[in-house]
């Protein structure tokens, strides 16, 4: 199976059923299934979210893009201080850049100064860090490939050429 | 007052409208109308492309072109049509770039139809064969392809239609409504046919990159014998997904396209400057957005195909354009009956076979052009409708 394929598929529709995904790929539901449990198991497939704008909720949400700067440990590079950032429950992602920073670390909070609070404490503080650059979110147009800003959104002008 | 039914041309009043307009006017009043019912991409145009539209316009590039099209589009043009099709076209007078393909269409019927000239027009298919063969004083002759031969056009069904009187055969394939494409050897005995009885042929090819299922789309022209006797129509809408920008083109004989290109200059002058532009783009650096479209559409037709057939609507596997065609016989409803009834019902919105020529009676053209979420919705809602009967 086209494997590429499938993952494409499921990380755009991932509530489409086994069958469905079988039909659509032109394979077997239980070699779709298989392969599944096999992208699973080899940590492939690292789970299946719902894709949530929270602006649009009376919730309390901020988000924020942090860049660290750190020294690398002798032996462990930037595994170590990696690992113990995203030990973290408000860290919801982690990533190694190249260029100006090290590290580029997304974290939620209730309100602003919560997670201005949560970096001067807990991530300034890290032995090895030696700066953090806090930017905050202020909205989300766009996130993990939906367009979220309702003027930007898809309204389909199609009509029908057929009708006169 | 002026009785205007008595002044205007005979002709054109005694056109039949397309019938459905009824049924689209409920569509539009609704709320929550889940539509499959459009002819057209859903994938916006390639911003690369649209980009050279954009950069057209910022210079200032907004005048007439050549009648024929800008000879640099006409080479892109020859060079495509080498590089997919295997058609060798002379780009300086064996093209001709036009407003979509029904302009090309129209043009090409009025050049080569004398009034009382017969063309063939397979059905069912796109609505504008009959309606541009009728202007142009021609006689449309229906040929009705049947669903047990995949609704391709066989060699006995054209063969049964010729009279002294048949000029053109109009070949609309890969198709619209039925999603039929005809193979190598399906043309090939066709076009012992048109050698035969010296026809000539108008092959609409505007989904010919919408293919599936293997073998890919064959060229009229690339027969042997076919080219001289063939017009080659075909435009970048389905392709590139460009709808709105207009623009298509004919490829074939010179002295056909220079005739073609004297109704073209009277009455359009040129093809739109800022969508040549883009066109051009569209044919130097699009292979790859239009592999990528078609390997969408393949599992969208998969998975509304393993849908109806599912849910109790048989449908044979159509292997191009975006469309499939269902037979709704089982319902015991005509076609409007079936569409009306569904909209009503579950609102959802499909088109009645029977637009598309007597022959679609029996039949709906869903098509999809549309997201996986929309397409899984629909098919829900249909088989809550088929329960309900």
């Given at each position: 199976m086209a494997m590429e394929q499938l993952l494409e598929v499921l990380q755009k529709e991932a509530k489409l059923s086994t069958a469905q995904l079988a039909a659509m790929l032109g394979e077997k539901e239980e070699d779709v299934i298989k392969a599944i449990a096999r992208y699973e198991k080899a940590g492939i497939i690292k789970g299946y979210h719902t894709l949530i704008?929270?602006?649009?909720?009376?919730a309390h949400r901020a988000t924020a893009l942090i860049e660290l700067r750190v020294s690398p440990k002798k032996d462990t590079g930037f595994d170590e201080i990696a690992g113990r950032v995203m030990n973290f429950s408000e860290v919801e992602s982690v990533y190694l850049m190249?260029?100006?920073?090290d590290l580029a670390v997304t974290v939620t909070g209730k309100t602003m100064s919560d997670i201005a609070m949560f970096v001067a404490r807990r991530l300034a503080t890290?032995?090895?860090?030696?700066s953090t650059a806090t930017h905050f979110v202020l909205t989300k147009y766009k996130d993990g490939g939906v367009v979220f800003h309702s003027d930007y959104e898809e309204i389909d002008e199609r009509g029908s050429n057929l009708c006169d | 007052m002026i009785d205007y039914n008595s002044i205007v041309n005979n002709t054109v009043r005694a056109i039949k409208p397309s019938g459905i307009r009824k049924f689209f006017d409920i569509a539009n009043e609704m709320e929550d109308v889940i539509s499959l019912?459009?002819?057209?991409?859903?994938?916006?145009?390639p911003w690369h492309i649209r980009e050279e539209g954009i950069f057209a316009l910022e210079k200032g590039r907004t005048r007439y072109t050549p009648n024929r099209g800008f000879l640099k589009l006409r080479e892109e043009i020859a060079s495509y049509l080498k590089r997919h099709f295997q058609v060798a076209y002379e780009p300086g007078q064996e093209i001709l770039v036009t407003v979509g393909g029904s302009e090309a269409i129209d043009l090409c019927v009025r050049v080569l139809i004398n009034p009382g000239d017969e063309v063939l027009i397979p059905e069912?298919?796109?609505?504008c064969y009959v309606p541009i063969t009728q202007m142009a004083g021609g006689v449309p002759v229906i040929i009705e392809t049947k669903p047990e031969n995949e609704f391709r056009l066989t060699e006995e069904e054209l063969e049964e239609k010729i009279t002294e009187k048949t000029k053109l055969l109009v070949l609309p394939y890969p198709n619209n409504p039925t999603g039929a494409v005809m193979g190598r050897k399906d043309l090939e005995a066709v076009a012992r046919v048109v050698e035969r009885h010296n026809l000539m042929v108008l092959s609409d090819e505007i989904y010919s990159t919408l293919t599936y299922g293997g073998e890919p789309h064959v060229s009229f022209s690339s027969l042997p014998g076919m080219k001289e006797r063939t017009v080659l129509v075909n435009g970048f809408s389905k392709s590139h997904s460009m709808t709105g920008w207009r623009l298509g083109y004919a490829a074939g004989p010179k002295e056909l396209i220079s005739l073609m290109t004297k109704l073209h200059q009277f009455a359009i002058m040129s093809a739109p400057t800022m969508s040549q532009y883009a066109a051009i783009e569209a044919m130097k650096n699009g292979d790859e957005d239009i592999a990528y479209m078609r390997t969408q559409y393949d599992m969208r037709r998969r998975l509304i195909l393993d849908g109806l057939n599912r849910i109790g609507l048989r449908c044979f596997e159509p292997k191009g354009a975006f469309y499939v065609f269902p037979s709704i016989r089982s319902t015991g409803l005509t076609s409007q009956e079936f569409c009306e009834k569904l909209i009503y019902s579950k609102h959802v919105a499909v088109v009645p076979g029977?637009?598309?020529?007597?022959?679609?009676?029996?039949f709906v053209r869903i098509s999809y052009c549309y997201s996986v979420g929309h397409i899984t919705e629909a098919l829900e809602r249909i088989e809550a409708f088929l329960k309900e009967l």
């Open positions: 704008n929270w602006e649009n909720t009376d190249s260029g100006g920073y890290i032995d090895g860090v030696l | 019912s459009v002819g057209e991409p859903d994938f916006h145009t069912p298919s796109f609505v029977d637009a598309f020529g007597a022959s679609g009676e029996g």
